[in-house]
């Protein structure tokens, strides 16, 4: 897991309230990214940022935001909107050198269960 | 849409090579190919990554073929915390510095005592 955390590593909520998942890195790495992962399933993109101030969907942005204030912090907030909040999401995050040998580092992951 | 197939679930003895196949007939000539593994409830970990020579690092080997159209991922000693979902993905570069992998459902490995 390497120099990323993620906080808390269980989370229940009830149904209709919005709740913020907290990443951070002491990588210095440049980019950051949350993916989701559902049983049985491999994982999928959720949204991306390669620089501070700067963020892009991935495949399944609807009913999640995020914000990167800080190189080191990449919070994602599930939304009410989010009609299945319920998964194992992770950050990870990579150099961005702009090289395909870039390598994407993983934090351990936070089990969301919406009640 | 994955762009590799790989075997749901394979067995493999403690202490024998395990040797994991993928399939990416699609791949293009500037994707190198990459191998993560996910231990249940844990985070993804690397392993290695190769464009179209083998590599080789202290946890596994990567055989591509000469058609680059599929690989092998060779874990030499396996023992049983090997015992994980690898991954076999195509990076796609978006060129912008920074892009998501896109991961299928894996083959879920398991070293038998």
């Known amino acids: 897991d390497g120099g990323i955390t993620q906080s808390p590593k269980y989370l229940f909520r009830k149904e209709g309230q919005n709740v913020t998942l907290s990443c951070e890195q002491n990588?210095?790495?440049?980019?950051m990214y949350w993916y989701r992962q559902d049983p049985g399933q491999g994982l999928r993109l959720i949204y991306y940022s390669q620089i501070v101030n700067d963020f892009q969907k991935g495949d399944i942005a609807e009913g999640y935001s995020v914000s990167r204030e800080k190189k080191e912090s990449f919070p994602l907030t599930v939304t009410s909107a989010q009609k299945n909040p319920t998964a194992f999401y992770l950050c990870?995050?990579?150099?961005?050198?702009?090289?395909?040998?870039?390598?994407?580092?993983f934090g351990p992951g936070t089990r969301l269960t919406v009640l | 849409d994955a762009k590799t197939t790989q075997p749901p679930s394979m067995d493999c003895a403690e202490g024998r090579a395990a040797n994991l196949p993928c399939n990416h007939s699609t791949i293009s000539g500037n994707e190198y190919v990459y191998w993560y593994r996910q231990i249940h409830s844990q985070g993804p970990q690397y392993i290695i990554h190769?464009?179209?020579n083998n590599e080789t690092n202290e946890m596994a080997s990567l055989i591509i073929t000469e058609d680059r159209k599929s690989s092998t991922l060779i874990l030499p000693h396996a023992t049983l915390r090997d015992t994980a979902v690898y991954y076999c993905i195509v990076r796609v570069y978006s060129g912008g510095g920074a892009d998501g992998l896109t991961f299928g459902k894996g083959t879920h490995l398991i070293i038998q005592p």
């Open positions: 990588l210095n790495h440049d980019a």
């Open positions: 190769g464009l179209k």
């Open positions: 990870a995050s990579s150099p961005a050198s702009g090289s395909l040998t870039d390598t994407q580092y």
